[in-house]
């Protein structure tokens, strides 16, 4: 019996896992798969586990019997079936394959029942459990049928209007339980607003909206600094108004720099080692005023992007970061960009700002506000003195070291495995590194498309190997 057949009938991510080891030791024993790593990696199906396990997939991948399907079973994560699920119509196929050709005693339906499941999940069924073996057992689907029906008889209740919506139920329950810790929250809507339909909404006006709590923030300012050697100016003067602690909270400013020289990833960066939240808003592409709203009375009405990011989030002070603000374009008559940003970047009009798509005042004064642009002579004055303009300065050789680590770390992550399985550039590869990218611009962005390339054509040449 093939083992990805096996797998699809077993119920438990341990018992899967010596299963496929054992079979992968015998198929591939140059792969040097020891039975003591095996044994560690039993008892916890982390993040880094699942990683192991697609990189695992990759060396077995051009197996004739699956061997690289039970991997990727295996790394499968039913909280992001999106993304993790791809492999389930290949199952399929195996499956139908192996059905026509078998002489197996196993029913057909007890395969396909399964398989279904798998499918289920892959296509937005919830998951009762992280392990995606036992997701998909007989005793843990049951519970999750049951569950979901009853899920669905509140949900049910709540718009006959015996129970509150569960997205208020939810705010209140983590406003108590912030208000118990003595955590720090706000009041976004008010909480007499009644003219609201939006659950999401709704759950804003019900309770008070957590507030990020700043880190210690000279960690945060070291592996910027790491990760950005060219910026070490320009990271100080982005975390100088944080305090540890305290809400997240810093006067807006603008990132100035060359094109290509990484300003929008070093926000993105920020955001990440401070835990915050960040949503991003193209200015590239605006050219008009619709980041404030739009009007209630339009069929296309919308809030302002602010309080968008306040609602997904569920975060009082995530933070917004307007990409290209100089490229923006002005529409004759529906505004511009630089007009709408206005009152948000004062505390006082952010305070009570009235959002013209849900016809409401909103406390919008916590939100955060950073900028990139590469001429800020074309911003308006008025923008220019509320913010803080930071200079980023475009990287030199002598800075390719760590601008090299920090990108292979991004490329672990693109391609979903652990940064510590990609090894470091050696000497001869920053080398070459160097003289291509010498000879070009010498911006990030062509220095990751360096990088990228000198890593593939590695990983070809091992393949090949």
């Given at each position: 019996m093939?083992?990805?057949?096996?797998?699809?009938?077993?119920?438990?991510?341990?018992?899967?896992?010596?299963?496929?080891?054992?079979?992968?030791?015998?198929?591939?024993?140059?792969?040097?798969?020891?039975?003591?790593?095996?044994?560690?990696?039993?008892?916890?199906?982390?993040?880094?586990?699942?990683?192991?396990?697609?990189?695992?997939?990759?060396?077995?991948?051009?197996?004739?019997?699956?061997?690289?399907?039970?991997?990727?079973?295996?790394?499968?994560?039913?909280?992001?079936?999106?993304?993790?699920?791809?492999?389930?119509?290949?199952?399929?196929?195996?499956?139908?394959?192996?059905?026509?050709?078998?002489?197996?005693?196993?029913?057909?339906?007890?395969?396909?029942?399964?398989?279904?499941?798998?499918s289920?999940?892959?296509?937005?069924?919830?998951?009762?459990?992280?392990?995606?073996?036992?997701?998909?057992?007989?005793?843990?689907?049951?519970?999750?049928?049951?569950?979901?029906?009853?899920?669905?008889?509140?949900?049910?209740?709540?718009?006959?209007?015996?129970?509150?919506?569960l997205?208020?139920?939810?705010?209140?329950?983590?406003?108590?339980?912030?208000?118990?810790?003595?955590?720090?929250?706000?009041?976004?809507?008010?909480?007499?607003?009644?003219?609201?339909?939006?659950?999401r909404?709704?759950?804003?006006?019900?309770?008070?909206?957590?507030?990020?709590?700043?880190?210690?923030?000279?960690?945060?300012?070291?592996?910027?600094?790491?990760?950005?050697?060219?910026?070490?100016?320009?990271?100080?003067?982005?975390?100088?108004?944080?305090?540890?602690?305290?809400?997240?909270?810093?006067?807006?400013?603008?990132?100035?720099?060359?094109?290509g020289?990484?300003?929008?990833?070093?926000?993105?960066?920020?955001?990440?080692?401070?835990?915050?939240?960040?949503?991003?808003?193209?200015?590239a592409?605006?050219?008009?005023?619709?980041?404030?709203?739009?009007?209630?009375?339009?069929?296309?009405?919308?809030?302002?992007?602010?309080?968008?990011?306040?609602?997904?989030?569920?975060?009082?002070?995530?933070?917004?970061?307007?990409?290209e603000?100089?490229?923006?374009?002005?529409?004759?008559?529906?505004?511009?960009?630089?007009?709408?940003l206005?009152?948000?970047?004062?505390?006082?009009?952010?305070?009570?700002?009235?959002?013209?798509?849900?016809?409401?005042?909103a406390?919008?004064?916590?939100?955060?506000?950073?900028?990139?642009?590469?001429?800020?002579?074309?911003?308006?004055?008025?923008?220019?003195?509320?913010?803080r303009?930071?200079?980023?300065?475009?990287?030199?050789?002598?800075?390719?070291?760590?601008?090299?680590?920090?990108?292979?770390?991004?490329?672990?992550?693109?391609?979903?495995?652990?940064?510590?399985?990609?090894?470091?550039?050696?000497?001869?590869?920053?080398?070459?590194?160097?003289?291509?990218?010498?000879?070009?611009?010498?911006?990030?962005?062509?220095?990751?498309?360096?990088?990228?390339?000198?890593?593939?054509?590695?990983?070809?040449?091992?393949?090949?190997?």
């Amino acid at each position: 019996m093939q083992i990805w057949i096996d797998l699809l009938l077993t119920d438990s991510w341990s018992i899967a896992l010596f299963k496929l080891a054992q079979v992968t030791i015998e198929r591939y024993p140059e792969i040097r798969l020891e039975p003591d790593m095996v044994r560690q990696k039993v008892f916890s199906i982390a993040h880094n586990q699942r990683s192991w396990c697609r990189h695992m997939a990759r060396r077995t991948r051009l197996d004739p019997d699956g061997i690289d399907l039970g991997w990727l079973m295996l790394a499968a994560d039913p909280s992001n079936a999106a993304v993790t699920y791809n492999f389930v119509d290949r199952l399929g196929d195996r499956l139908v394959a192996w059905a026509q050709e078998s002489d197996d005693v196993i029913p057909d339906s007890l395969l396909i029942n399964r398989l279904d499941r798998w499918s289920q999940i892959r296509d937005g069924q919830p998951a009762r459990v992280n392990d995606p073996f036992a997701a998909v057992s007989d005793a843990v689907w049951i519970q999750a049928g049951k569950v979901a029906r009853d899920d669905e008889k509140e949900d049910d209740a709540a718009s006959s209007g015996f129970f509150y919506p569960l997205e208020v139920k939810k705010a209140r329950q983590a406003a108590r339980e912030r208000e118990e810790a003595g955590l720090p929250s706000l009041q976004v809507i008010d909480s007499t607003t009644t003219t609201l339909k939006d659950q999401r909404y709704k759950a804003l006006a019900a309770a008070t909206t957590a507030l990020t709590v700043c880190p210690e923030v000279r960690p945060v300012a070291d592996a910027l600094r790491a990760e950005f050697p060219h910026a070490a100016a320009a990271i100080e003067m982005m975390l100088v108004d944080l305090r540890e602690g305290e809400p997240l909270a810093f006067r807006p400013f603008v990132l100035l720099g060359e094109p290509g020289c990484g300003k929008s990833r070093l926000l993105r960066r920020m955001a990440e080692h401070l835990g915050a939240k960040l949503r991003r808003y193209d200015g590239a592409s605006s050219s008009d005023n619709a980041f404030g709203g739009t009007p209630k009375r339009w069929a296309n009405a919308a809030p302002c992007f602010p309080l968008m990011a306040v609602a997904e989030f569920k975060v009082a002070n995530p933070i917004v970061m307007v990409d290209e603000i100089d490229k923006a374009g002005i529409g004759y008559y529906s505004g511009s960009l630089g007009q709408a940003l206005m009152p948000f970047l004062e505390k006082e009009t952010a305070s009570a700002y009235p959002d013209i798509g849900l016809d409401i005042e909103a406390n919008l004064s916590a939100v955060n506000y950073c900028m990139t642009a590469n001429d800020d002579t074309k911003l308006p004055s008025p923008l220019r003195d509320r913010c803080r303009i930071i200079r980023v300065p475009s990287p030199d050789i002598e800075h390719l070291p760590g601008l090299a680590a920090a990108i292979l770390r991004d490329i672990a992550v693109d391609q979903n495995i652990d940064p510590r399985w990609l090894a470091p550039l050696a000497g001869d590869e920053l080398d070459v590194v160097a003289r291509a990218w010498s000879a070009s611009d010498r911006s990030v962005r062509k220095l990751q498309k360096i990088i990228s390339a000198t890593v593939t054509a590695r990983t070809e040449c091992a393949v090949r190997h």
